[in-house]
């Protein structure tokens, strides 16, 4: 169930990407709105961006209730500030390049570490609901069976698929949980890119990736930062710990 969302507002742009996927997440049961804008650490007044005020009543008239939270400094550090006291349950990103980088690749990255699912819009148009179809890219058995029953109560019972992807001798059985089966694609290559292009080939609504880090798996060739970029879908980063962690 989706509750609570934080959205990190930072340009005009971003605001239309939020506003065309709020529909997904009132069906899912939105009912609060947080606007994070960050505004610069200089000494002086604040300059927000143009038309803010008109921004947020658009999402006024979109969801029932909604707070702006106008903030200078570290966007992170107000994203775990306010993910605590708001008990947030997803924080919605922009993809549209605005000079912010978010660190999603190292396993210590904050924002992997945050407990709460983050939704990464891509910066170009994209057809379909959320919970469509859902493409879900596991590395490991445990993650998968750990992903599945959070991602159903998140979307519903909505079409998931997942994939794993193995090298071809690599000695790895199929799987399946709450009624989700897990495929293996044993395949040489670019992990990112063929995921990207399972994706394409499904017509998936919706790219599903797990933060949690798999101490067992070899360190290899960056995938959640290719994923990123190069996804024609939201791309929504499934949390390694709960939110419970975000409590003091």
Request: proline share 6%; net charge negative.
């Amino acid at each position: 169930m989706i509750t609570r969302a934080i959205f990190v507002l930072s340009s005009p742009e971003a605001a239309e990407q939020f506003l065309k996927v709020v529909p997904d997440l009132r069906a899912g049961g939105l009912s609060e709105a947080t606007i994070l804008h960050i505004v610069s650490a200089k000494r002086g007044p604040a300059e927000p961006m143009p038309d803010l005020a008109n921004w947020v009543r658009h999402f006024e008239a979109a969801v029932p209730r909604v707070e702006l939270a106008l903030k200078r400094g570290d966007a992170v550090k107000w994203i775990y500030e306010l993910a605590r006291v708001r008990d947030a349950d997803v924080v919605v990103l922009s993809g549209i390049r605005n000079g912010a980088e978010w660190d999603f690749e190292s396993v210590s990255s904050p924002l992997r570490r945050l407990g709460i699912p983050i939704l990464f819009l891509p910066d170009q148009e994209y057809a379909g609901a959320l919970g469509d179809h859902v493409l879900l890219a596991v590395k490991s058995l445990d993650s998968f069976q750990e992903a599945v029953p959070g991602l159903q109560g998140w979307l519903g019972q909505s079409g998931i698929r997942a994939i794993r992807i193995c090298r071809p001798r690599e000695l790895v059985s199929a799987a399946e949980c709450a009624g989700v089966s897990l495929e293996v694609l044993r395949k040489e290559g670019d992990v990112a890119g063929i995921i990207l292009q399972q994706a394409k080939e499904w017509g998936a609504t919706l790219l599903t990736i797990l933060a949690k880090a798999d101490p067992d798996s070899e360190a290899g060739d960056p995938v959640v930062k290719p994923l990123l970029e190069g996804a024609l879908w939201p791309v929504l980063i499934w949390p390694a710990q709960g939110k419970t962690q975000l409590t003091r």
